[in-house]
């Protein structure tokens, strides 16, 4: 605990000091150091004294006996100071030898006292005692001896002790020493024990009251330095807070915010300059009055001062934007944070208002609001408007692909097939154009959503690569395609988004390939979350230049333009392919020579399938089309709520051929009515139809008591909200305008291949 309060400086650190062990033998050594020469001159004389009134050599003796010691005990005690200054572990020791010298000391004072009781003759051959000198000399110098020695009691105990048991040891020895010349008088022994217990009495009383007043002395200086202590740190806490004050008082008024200072009923007493900077107003114009009669702007919203009078009144610290006004009538808005001050009984005797100009930040957030507002209105007009352009382009498109489909089927010489051929290729370049544009804007903004399902990954490559295989054979070029043994007969995960990237590449790569092959490579490899798929297109082309490889990812981009203007196409299939491996968890790499082809490399996260059994029975894309379709769909019964003339009979068309009953709807409500007469299978229903929607008939429809058909949406909608608003109204699946005959049927067979001989049992 002492060392905890000797840490550190003040009045109580130098008393604990002072009287610490170390701190008492450095006073008693700087005592007895000091005394030194008090004592020499108090033995010189004494000496002197002896050498004229007994013998010069008992005083030499005695000066000798005295001093000489003593010299001795002062010397250590100062090389001992100086030792411990550098070494304090070396205390214990110290105070042992300083003991020793002290002893030592002791003995020769002793010797020094005794020696005028000795005469020495010559011819008695020894040290005789003399009968001559009365003992009171001894007795005497012995006591002032002690009382030297006494006084130094608390403060080297030890050393003391040894002294002071030596001279009270020595009178006894001068009795037993004259023992033989006090036995003939009683009266002298009775006398001298007296004296010998007087002498020691006054000993004992002198260490009582040395070690008393020691004790006294030092509880004094305590409460003396506890004293000093405590003003001390009294003062320095005031001067700490005279200090903080004025720190605090500087950056108040050179702050650049408002500060204010009011009493509890609000008015204020003091500002700062930038309180006059801020609002226009001066000091001696704002005190006494309250700031919202200074600064309230009329259009303040009152619920902003609601909470000022709220805060006052629980008077509790709170922050709030207000809308003021300067006193030249600007706008201005301040955040104020006021925080009430309290005296020691905890009443609110002030308020501190701390306010920062925010009117600039305002005014920012105004404008990114403001441009926010734009951007969502830009992007709500783009997305109409491809809406708008993606229903009315498709829906036209249908008619013009159907047909150009149902005029092949037709008897046609070699330059009407030419003509259709070149109709339907067109159509379909332009179709390919607008799922291009929807699917950018979909990964621009972040609408592309991941459909998992099993799917068999080598099913799903080979019906993607056929259905571009005429492409390449119109060519002359060799599609191939190689599946490693790794690959796992299924796998979950977007299997639409997989096929649209493969077609994506391989379509790139048969256009940019005029002779040699166009190779596809299928691998598998395992992952901490999956399988991992790697496919590989490899294209014999014309390569592309280092300096454009990385461009060729980029939004309508191409090697160069006269590419553009030799193999035609928008740019855009590599841009969203690799955006959709990225939507997937993948990437898209590539390396190339120019002259010397190219090779794209896709890599897919995938997971293991959740449902093998189920998945087995499916493929991507793969037709069930064949020549007993037919017979599967006898007696089919098929509704479709289309308003477009053209639409309505391309279906009929398309299904001529197949013993299907179809019935037409040109609007929701009529397909209401004909879903209760006709009891359809199948509903193939727009979105846009006039009188009732799509949506609200299909909403119709599953409330009625009937047996439920199912409802396929065929629309020229092709967004994947408009899918999500479908199969929430109730429908069963979603297609997209323009449908071909193929789709038309596969779509049938998956829905009402049973449908119908269900309802016939």
Known sequence: M??????????????????????????????????????????????????????????????????????????????????????????????????????????????????????????AGSPEFSERHDQL???????????????????????????????????????????????GSSTDTQLHFAGLLVFFGSLIWLLTFTTR????????????????????????????????????????????????????????????????????????????????????HPDTDPASLDVIVEGRKREEPFRVQVLNQRRDGKTLWLETNQVPMRDDTGAVTTYIAVERDITESKEYAAKLEKARLAAEEGARAKSEFLA???????????????????????????????????????????????????????????????????????????????????????????????CDDTVPALLNGDDRKLGQILTNLVGNAIKFTETGQVKVTLMAENSDSGRDITIHVADTGIGISKDMLSKIFERFSQADAAISRRFGGTGLGLAISRRLAVAMGGEITVASEPGQGSCFTVRLPFQEAKDPAAAAQQAC?????????????????????????????????????????????????????LTQSFQPDIILMDMSMPVMDGLEATRAIRALQIRQPVIIALTANAFDTDKADCLAAGMDEFLTKPINRKQL?????????????????
């Open 2 to 123: 002492n060392e905890q309060r000797m840490s550190g400086n003040g009045p109580l650190t130098s008393h604990y000091q002072k009287y610490s062990s170390a701190g008492l033998f450095d006073r008693y050594s700087r005592g007895r150091i000091k005394g030194f020469k008090s004592r020499l001159v108090f033995a010189v004389l004494v000496s002197l004294a002896l050498a004229y009134l007994i013998l010069p050599v008992v005083a030499l003796l005695s000066f000798l006996a005295s001093m000489l010691p003593d010299l001795l005990d002062c010397w250590y005690l100062h090389q001992a100071r100086n030792r411990l200054r550098r070494d304090a572990a070396a205390e214990k020791r110290v105070r042992s030898v300083s003991s020793a010298t002290a002893a030592l000391h002791g003995i020769g004072v002793a010797i020094a006292a005794t020696a005028p009781l000795w005469s020495v003759y010559v011819d």
């Open 137 to 183: 000399f001894s007795i005497a110098l012995l006591t002032s001896a002690a009382i030297n020695a006494g006084l130094l009691f608390p403060f080297h105990r030890i050393a003391v002790f040894f002294r002071l048991a030596i001279y009270t040891a020595t009178p006894i020895l001068i009795l037993i020493v004259r023992g033989p010349v006090l036995r």
């Open 213 to 296: 007043g020691f004790h006294r002395t030092r509880s004094s200086l305590l409460a003396q330095a506890l004293q000093r202590q405590e003003l001390e740190t009294a003062y320095q806490r005031l001067y700490a807070q005279q200090l903080e004050t004025q720190r605090l008082a500087l950056v108040a008024r050179h702050a650049n915010d408002s500060v204010m200072l009011m009493d509890k009923t609000g008015n204020i007493i003091w500002v700062n300059d930038a309180f006059t900077r801020i609002t226009g107003w001066r000091a001696e114009e704002a005190i006494g009055r309250q700031p919202g009669d200074l600064l309230n």
């Open 388 to 482: 708008t352009m993606s229903h009315e382009i498709r829906t036209p498109m249908n008619g013009v692909i159907g047909m150009a489909q149902l005029l092949e089927d037709t008897d046609l010489d070699e330059d009407q097939k030419l003509y259709a051929d070149t109709i339907l290729s067109s159509a379909r370049t332009l179709l390919d154009l607008i799922n291009d544009v929807l699917d950018l804007s979909k990964l621009n903004s972040g609408e592309v959503s991941l459909d998992a399902v099993d799917f068999n990954a080598r099913r799903c490559c080979e019906n993607t690569i056929r259905l571009l295989k005429s492409q390449a054979d119109a060519k002359g070029l060799k599609l191939v395609f190689e």
């Open 621 to 673: 894309g793969a037709s069930v089309v064949d020549e007993e379709v037919p017979a599967a769909l006898n007696g089919l019964r098929l509704l479709v709520a289309e308003d477009n003339k053209v639409n309505q009979i391309l279906v009929q068309k398309f299904l001529k051929d197949f013993p299907v009953e179809i019935e037409l709807a040109e609007d929701g409500a009529r397909a209401l009515e």
């Open 745 to 761: 049927i596969d779509v049938l067979l998956t829905h009402g291949g049973h449908r119908h001989n269900l309802r016939a049992g």
